[in-house]
Every structure is written in C-alpha cells, then in structure tokens.
C-alpha cells in the first residue's frame, strides 16, 4: 500500500499548522513535556511537534513512509534546535537498535498505520527501560453516543479523503494489550471535526 497522498499531505501541514496556535498545540506541548534525550517521533508528518519538545530532548530521529510529508517537514526540521534524523521507514519496522531512544512521540500516527499493535511493539523494542512513551490520538467514541454512531457512518469512506486515516482506532485498547499502563491516559474532546474529535492524550512509562 502507499503511504504517499501529496494531496493530503498539503492539506493536513495547512490544517496542522493553522491549528498549532490553539488547542491542538496546547496538546502537543503538554504531551511532551516528559519526554528527554534521545526522542523517537513515529510519523513525523510536516513536523508541527518538533518545536513543542521540552529542552530536555537532545536528539530526534522520526520515521516517515510518505515522501510528500517528508518535503512538508524539511523546513521545521532545520529551525530544529536539536539533531533530527528524517528516516524513510515505518512503524512497524523502525530501523534502529533494541533500547536506543528515551522516549517515544505517538500524535495523530495510530490512526494511520496498517497495524498498530506491531508499530506500538516496535516502540517498546527500541525504548529503554523507564522510557516514557507520549500519546496524542483521535480515537473510537464511546459506544452509545451520536459520535460513535457518525464514525460507523462516515468510517467505511473516511481513509480514501484523509491518507489512510481511521477515525475510529480504540488506541487504549491497542496499549492495554502490549502490556502497558493506560491509566494515565486522558479522554479528552480535541479536533472541531467530529468523526476525530474524540481523543486520548497523556504519558505511559515503560
């Protein structure tokens, strides 16, 4: 499958960064700020994180499938005010060594891989012990309410319009069953649009 929509990869950096001012950038900066060191950011998209990371962080290496959102990226990656290392991989087969990175950066990633359960077991191969792995997700609505009844709705055609992006991935359920503690975890009403407005955010230490 590509993971290559220059279509979408324009309209997502002018949605990205005209949201990093309000709410959605207010997330990305509280998300991070426990991360340090050596950072893994998986799914670097047009690179909006990079300048929310804590002084804490020293290095940056992020994955990238898409060639579009890698050229989207290439100026936020130079005013970066540490190493970044741009690697054309993706989730579920990150290139680097068993425990070589602090931390690790889910934002508005999980919804897009082809197999998030492998992508999160790649994180936690690579993550030393004690790492901190930050989560900023839309996500599956609660059963019951209207919004989870215009995911079903909208989900069967939402990937086509959006790069491959399922509005209704249950993420907590994919780090509960790696193993992980989820309990400090956030539901949380995010985006202005309602198939991913509903959203999970906050720290799991490994």
Known sequence: ?????????????????????????HYRTKVSAELSGRVLVVGLG?????????????????????????QMAVDAVARAPFPVEVIDAVGESVPLADDSVDGVLFAYVLCTVDDPDAVVAEALRVLRPGGTIAVLEHVKAQEGTWMRRAQR??????????????????????????????????????????????????????
């Open 46 to 70: 047009p690179a909006e994180d990079l300048h929310h990371l804590p002084e804490a962080v020293t290095e940056v290496v992020a994955v990238e499938p898409s060639a579009s959102m890698r």
């Open 153 to 206: 709705v909208i989900s069967p055609v939402w990937p086509w319009f959006t790069g491959g992006c399922r509005c209704d991935r249950d993420t907590r359920a994919t780090l509960a069953a790696a193993g992980l503690d989820v309990s400090d975890l956030n539901d949380l009403r995010m985006a202005p649009v309602p198939p991913v407005a509903p959203g999970l955010m906050g720290t799991v230490r490994v």
């Open 1 to 25: 499958m590509s993971h290559d929509h220059p279509l979408f990869s324009r309209l997502y950096t002018w949605l990205a960064r005209a949201e990093d001012s309000g709410a959605i950038g």
